[in-house]
């Protein structure tokens, strides 16, 4: 994995249309900083403390429910890391040439690499971890999500203004214009697909029956979007303003409901119809009541969170601190700090398998990978 310094950061965000697609938070919160006048270069060349970054992906690590496994990327390796939590094993699969991201069917378990470098997807078994077939699908696939009823993947490609289709029955591939997609998500009741592109304040609704489209305006700025399975609402992280846009419909306008500083990754507990957003820039997150339709709470955590994923089975929610080495445990029950435990170093991104009681933690320090058992985690060991 290539890694950046802050300085050469800024000089990326001075290239046209690179539009910020494929760089992690701490970019992020350099570009909107530097929007606001807030931080000059002359201070990144002065900071001896200044971070590293690197080109990631929230969806670097996956639990498989119909398997109970978890993949996790690893993007210099070509490697997909497929861990047994019921087997207390993990194994390396080949794949393509740099794996960004992961996404599962969740009717017949097969598992879909997008890999980056190598302009293919990878088909996994979720059951003999075998690799099916390697799809080519153009240059710089980026996000993955699968539709499990229309048995289709979508998968956006960086710099590209064309979804790709694959058609899981055949794996042969179209491509549909859409305009630039960074993140995807799929309502698989109503088989609607969200696009939600960073740069141009534009959600991009795809009828996975006719392939028709519309777009909602949520404003500028977007990164980080959440579908509740329940209801059918729509949340979408804005940085730069400090907000979460609601949407009740694709066709609705929007709301916004107020968040900390630099909202930028967003989870939901469906059963209890609550939103955790994920603020970067303060520090903390943001607890919303999905039914009331407003702030119910601010939760403090660790140095620079970036991830954020929900266990509805006990109620709880875990953060990411990119810049502290941990990941803070969020009681669901009173929105409170639970446990704060360690992570390795830089982690982003975070998967949950409930039933073995197991945390899944991508770090972006040498592709590295950590397991932490949470199966007691409410009732902490002395």
């Known amino acids: 994995m290539k890694y950046l ?27 909107v ?8 270069l002359s201070q990144h060349r002065a900071n001896p403390e200044v971070p590293i970054v690197g080109l990631i992906n929230p969806q670097a690590t996956v639990f498989n429910a119909v398997t109970g496994k ?29 794996p960004v991201s992961v996404a599962v069917d969740s009717q017949n378990g097969r598992a879909y690499v997008a890999n980056a470098d190598g302009g293919t997807v990878s088909v996994i078994d979720g059951r003999t971890d075998i690799v099916l077939a390697t799809v080519q699908v153009g240059s710089h696939p980026y996000s993955i999500a699968c539709d499990s009823v229309g048995q289709r993947v979508y998968v956006s490609r960086t710099y590209s203004d064309h979804l790709m289709v694959i058609d899981e029955a055949t794996n042969q591939v179209t491509s549909i214009k859409t305009g630039s997609a960074d ?34 305006s949520v404003g500028m700025h977007a990164w980080g979007i959440a579908l509740n399975p329940a209801t059918g609402v729509i949340y979408i992280a804005k940085p730069g303003d400090a907000e979460v846009a609601v949407l009740a419909s694709a066709s609705a306008a929007p709301t916004m409901i107020p968040t900390g500083v630099i909202s930028c990754a967003v989870a939901i507990n469906a059963r209890t119809n609550t939103v955790f957003v994920v603020n970067y ?36 929610a875990y953060v990411a601190n990119t810049q502290e080495n941990s990941v803070t445990v969020i ?19 975070l998967a949950i398998n409930p039933s073995a009681g197991r945390l899944h933690v991508a770090n972006l320090d040498k592709n590295s990978f950590t397991i932490i058992d949470v199966s007691k985690i409410r009732q902490p060991q002395n």
């Open 5 to 31: 310094t802050n300085l050469e950061v800024c000089k990326d965000c001075m290239r046209l249309s690179f539009g910020l697609r494929s760089l992690i938070l701490p970019l992020l919160a350099l570009v």
């Open 33 to 40: 900083l530097m929007n606001w006048g807030l931080l000059a």
């Open 70 to 98: 978890v993949y996790t990327v690893d993007q210099d390796a070509g490697e997909i890391l497929i861990s047994n939590d019921a087997a207390n094993s993990t194994i390396r699969v080949k794949v393509g040439v740099g």
């Open 183 to 216: 993140l995807i998500a799929v309502d698989p009741r109503t088989e609607t697909t969200y696009l939600l592109g960073y740069e141009g304040g534009d959600l991009a609704v795809l009828n996975g029956t006719t392939h028709s489209l519309s777009t909602n």
């Open 281 to 316: 820039g303060d520090n903390s997150v943001t607890v919303i009541d999905g039914a009331k339709g407003r702030a119910i709470g601010r939760v403090p955590v660790g140095k620079r969170p970036q991830a954020i994923v929900v266990d509805s089975d006990n109620n709880l």
């Open 331 to 349: 009681d669901g029950a009173n929105n409170t700090v639970l446990a704060t435990l360690d992570a390795g170093k830089a982690p982003y991104a």
